[in-house]
């Protein structure tokens, strides 16, 4: 198993009447700054609703999510929800908590495929580049680790031409490729969060000194299926922020696979010093 595999790993202890209910154990690996990495705790949220929807032709197609406090390292439960089954898509909540507290909160549309002929979605196309990217074989791994980087972020590799956090750039955008360290026998929606999470928001690029920004909101649409994916293959990743004020601000992520994206992700921050 991965080390995200392992970090994210939930143990059902009940199910019942559309509820069920996990138990795990966040290890200490996994910090960042005072609590546990923002896409791990949304990826618990995830395993635990994609894991309570018996239908496994369904699958995760959008997930809300929001970081209520810092969840620590140590014992914590998932509760989830259905919400409502229809013929062909499920609605479904979940919990994460830790000594009976709320830590954090998600929502799942979990559908299966639509057979419609013909099909009315388009197919998107290539991402313009930002700025010349070389081939991910060619781009410098970054040291995004302690201490200069949080905790987590040693279980993932980080490959960019730039731009860096604390830079100064004139404009909040980030973009390299990111892949798990020890890559899993195959991904899944849990560890495609994580991997949409990993990466530093872009406010830090324009920025000239540290500084802290922390998730307080998370959503994102997962367009193509994680197990159809190669993991020892890192996924192009791709953000910008769209506007702020009051010291919150909102950027928006991409993680794609050659031509094809794989998930969208909009996310909410707080920026706290």
């Known amino acids: 198993m991965s080390a995200f595999e392992l970090a994210s790993a939930l143990r059902l202890v009940e199910s019942e009447g559309g509820r069920s209910r996990f138990e795990g154990d966040l290890p200490e690996a996994w910090l960042q700054g005072k609590g546990a990495f923002g896409g791990l705790v949304i990826g618990l949220l995830a395993r635990g609703l994609v894991s309570s929807e018996e239908d496994r032709s369904r699958t995760l197609r959008s997930l809300n999510a929001d970081l209520i406090a810092s969840t620590q390292p140590g014992p914590f439960t998932v509760e989830v ?3 409502r089954r229809g013929s062909n ?3 479904l909540e ?3 908590l830790q000594n009976g507290a709320l830590m954090a909160r998600g929502a799942a549309t979990m559908a299966s495929t ?3 002929a013909p099909s009315a979605v388009m197919q998107a196309q290539p991402p313009p580049a930002l700025e010349p990217q070389p081939p991910w074989t060619e781009a410098p791994v970054l040291p995004v680790e302690p201490p200069a980087g949080p905790v987590f972020a040693v279980n993932y590799e980080y490959r960019s031409s730039g731009p860096y956090p ?11 490729w990111v892949r798990e360290r020890e890559p899993p026998a195959q991904l899944d929606e849990a560890a495609i969060v994580g991997l949409m999470d990993a990466w530093w928001p872009t406010s830090l690029t324009v920025a000239t000194r540290p500084r802290i920004a922390v998730t307080v909101g998370f959503t994102m649409q997962l367009l193509k299926r994680p197990a159809s994916l190669d993991p020892k293959e890192p996924l192009y990743y791709r953000a910008h922020a769209v506007g702020g004020g009051d010291n919150y601000f909102v950027e928006f992520r991409e993680l794609w696979s050659g031509g094809e994206v794989v998930a969208l992700n909009q996310q909410t921050f707080a920026m706290l010093t």
Do not use: D, N, Q
């Not at 604390?166 to 390299?176: H, K, L, Q, V």
């Open 81 to 83: 929800a259905h919400l």
């Open 89 to 91: 898509v499920s609605f």
């Open 94 to 96: 979940a919990k994460l």
């Open 114 to 116: 639509r057979e419609v």
């Open 166 to 176: 604390f830079s100064g750039e004139t404009r909040p955008y980030a973009s390299g």
